[in-house]
């Protein structure tokens, strides 16, 4: 027999409130009452509100790439997971009416140290794709990177962005085509170029797979494969490889790179060289020692390898292998403002963020862009004036200890 609806609802009310689900937020979130899925994004309490309308709204192979991980998405839930593994010491009777979350970047300051990751194919999650999400950037002042394997052009998303991006490179095996588009990047007017180098090893995405087979319609309808089954014709629907040879290329993260690659492109560029996907000391020192101009810890969200650490577990030994010689950014399961102030106490100069912002544009396009950026914003300056930090300069190593020490 059927329970009546209103006893169902009771029950999930009740199944919510237990104390077993705030430590397992993740079912928590998918047990979600209908009614809880927010309809805008004026109604979002906090970023994971976002997770959540996204998954309604988006077909569920593309909800899927943006879940996924790799093999038992454990580098994913440890990304979450490390962010509780540092406490925040607050310091009390400090007068905060004024806070300055604004930092610089390569002699540019920003008004918040909150940036916009690169990540691919952004019109599988909404119509207006990197133009909704370089409006939204725009509109509330954030840097953003744009992927290689965008599904815009890099000049369409400036102008959008009224302001250059940064420009993520994924190389292909082909030197002539990395060539090719830094200099477009370099033309188009972006100041930083952003190599990612944690996808060298090739990505098990079982849970994308999955999404993939549960998903009723039929991809080649739309497009050609993806990047796994044949890089060649990915490439060749991405407008950043127009007009470029790219017969030859079976892989954008090429298997044979090395420090001498990075030595050719910093011999190739003027523009400042940032290195995504550093996780270790010894890592580090050596893009120091090549000439690089910054770091971002990264494991790209857990969608590279399954190494099962959290990235902002990481961040402290990377600062350290860097010996303050250049800035270092972090990214990975940043959801809230105490997690970015954590970050920055731990030595990173900015946080960027990946899923928020395409669940924000997925369920909502660029409104949701902006409300998950401001979400943040407002949660990190809540953060500092509850440790007393009144600039992001302030907040140092004295504001976290891990595990309760
Ligand atoms: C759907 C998706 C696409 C991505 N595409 C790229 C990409 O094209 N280039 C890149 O360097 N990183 C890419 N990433 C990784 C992000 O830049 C970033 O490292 C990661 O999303 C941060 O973790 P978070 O999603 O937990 O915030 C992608 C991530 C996602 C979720």
Redesign the pocket.
């Known amino acids: 027999m059927n329970a009546p609806a209103s006893a169902r609802r009771s029950l999930l009310k009740f199944l919510l409130a237990s104390p077993l689900l705030v430590a397992l937020p993740e079912l928590a979130r998918s047990l979600q009452l209908p009614g809880e899925i927010i309809s805008a994004p004026e109604q979002a309490l906090n970023v994971f509100d976002f997770e959540a309308a996204a998954s309604r709204k988006l077909p569920p192979a593309h909800f899927g790439?943006?879940?996924?991980g790799v093999d038992d998405d454990a580098t994913?839930r440890a990304?979450?997971e490390g962010m509780g593994r540092f406490q925040l010491r607050v310091r009390r009777l400090i007068d905060v009416r004024e806070v300055d979350l604004s930092v610089q970047l390569f002699g540019v300051k920003w008004d918040s140290p909150i940036l916009l990751?690169?990540?691919?194919?952004?019109k599988?999650?909404h119509p207006e794709g990197e133009l909704a999400v370089a409006r939204a950037a725009n509109a509330k002042k954030h840097l953003m990177?744009l992927?290689?394997?965008?599904s815009t052009a890099v000049e369409e998303v400036i102008a959008a962005r009224q302001a250059p991006v940064w420009y993520?490179l994924?190389p292909t095996n082909e030197w002539a085509v990395a060539r090719a588009l830094v200099k477009r990047a370099e033309a188009a007017g972006c100041p930083v170029l952003?190599l990612?180098v944690?996808?060298q090893g090739g990505s098990n995405r079982e849970a994308l797979e999955r999404a993939v087979r549960r998903d009723p319609r039929k991809c080649a309808t739309c497009h050609q494969g993806d990047v796994f089954t044949s890089a060649r014709t990915y490439v060749e629907r991405k407008p950043m490889f127009r007009g470029l040879d790219v017969s030859r290329v079976t892989t954008i993260a090429p298997l044979d790179m090395t420090w001498d690659y990075i030595k050719r492109l910093r011999d190739t560029t003027p523009l400042p060289l940032v290195i995504?996907?550093i996780v270790t000391r010894e890592d580090a020192a050596l893009a120091v020692e090549h000439g690089v101009n910054g770091i971002?810890v990264?494991?790209?969200?857990?969608?590279g390898e399954e190494s099962g650490r959290a990235?902002i577990e990481c961040l402290p030994e990377v600062v350290e292998g860097t010996q303050g010689r250049i800035p270092v950014i972090v990214?990975?399961?940043?959801?809230r403002g105490t997690d970015i102030f954590k970050a920055l106490a731990l030595g990173a100069r900015a946080v960027?963020?990946?899923?928020?912002?395409?669940w924000g544009l997925g369920a909502f396009g660029q409104p949701g862009v902006e409300a998950v950026l401001e979400i943040l914003r407002r949660e990190l300056q809540t953060t500092m004036r509850q440790t007393g930090t009144l600039k992001i300069g302030a907040i140092n190593r004295s504001y976290v200890v891990a595990g309760g020490r």
């Open positions: 790439y943006i879940q996924t994913v990304n979450r990751a690169p990540a691919g194919s952004q599988a999650f990177i992927s290689t394997v965008s993520q994924y952003v990612t944690d996808l995504k996907g971002i990264s494991n790209h969200g857990g969608r990235t990214d990975g399961g940043f959801r960027a963020i990946g899923r928020p912002y395409l």
